[in-house]
């Protein structure tokens, strides 16, 4: 089946940027998915991006997708402790409703 | 507020016991979802429904029954579970399920954190 790995963890300083990464599998990935989750709750949608596009910017979030080596980031420009969270990137695939996730990256932020 | 409301938030019990949970999403949404989230593991999609129509069943044991009467809410009976069933269970919805080319975000609720004796 197809398959979307995430490292595990990641610790930055407040104030610095935090970059997130991913990689897929699927080819025929329509949208990619960022969610956040903080510890007691669900799944935040952060943002998305769809798969012919290569850069999308949100505030503090920018994505890059490098759609020929299926390589998705997230950037937290001067992160804060309130980003430290669990961030997870999910990608949906060509022909059906089904999103892939990740198991998911522990952001830590360092005052 | 994620326009996806679950309960309870917290769940203990034994084997034997049958127990439900709810998920209710304010969003006027049609498409509904079940997933199982375990410690270390991916998101695991478990019962997907279409205007309270089941499209998907992913290999889930029959000890879970969902139900959904209509587009707003959406069960999860519970009986005879195991300890490995203990995770936090999960509530998404949709607009609709989508097709290729559109954009259909789930917005998932709080989840019920599920523990099994």
């Known amino acids: 089946g197809e398959d979307v790995e995430q490292s595990l963890f990641l610790s930055v300083r407040e104030g610095d940027s935090s970059v997130i990464n991913c990689t897929y599998t699927d080819s025929s990935s329509t949208y990619l998915y960022w969610y956040k989750q903080e510890p007691g709750a669900g799944l935040q949608l952060l943002t998305y991006i769809f798969s012919n596009m290569d850069m999308k910017q949100d505030q503090r979030l920018t994505v890059l997708l490098n759609k020929k080596d299926k390589h998705l980031s997230l950037r937290i420009a001067d992160t804060q402790t309130g980003d430290s969270a669990i961030y997870f990137c999910?990608?949906?695939?060509?022909?059906?409703?089904?999103?892939?996730f990740g198991k998911g990256t522990l952001l830590t932020v360092n005052p | 507020e994620t326009g996806v409301t679950q309960t309870p938030r917290h769940l203990v019990m034994g084997m034997t016991n049958k127990k439900s949970l709810k998920c209710e999403q304010h969003?006027?949404?049609?498409?509904m979802y079940w997933y199982k989230q375990s410690a270390k593991k991916p998101l695991e999609l478990m019962f997907v429904y279409s205007l309270e129509e089941r499209v998907e069943n992913n290999s889930v044991p029959s000890r879970f029954s969902p139900e959904c009467p209509n587009s707003s809410h959406l069960f999860l009976h519970l009986h005879t579970l195991q300890p490995e069933d203990s995770a936090l269970y999960l509530c998404?919805?949709?607009?609709?399920?989508?097709?290729?080319?559109?954009?259909?975000?789930?917005?998932f609720g709080d989840g019920t954190r599920l523990s099994i004796l």
């Open positions: 969003l006027g949404h049609n498409a």
């Open positions: 999910a990608e949906r695939g060509g022909s059906n409703y089904k999103l892939t």
């Open positions: 998404a919805s949709s607009q609709d399920l989508g097709v290729r080319y559109s954009n259909q975000p789930q917005h």
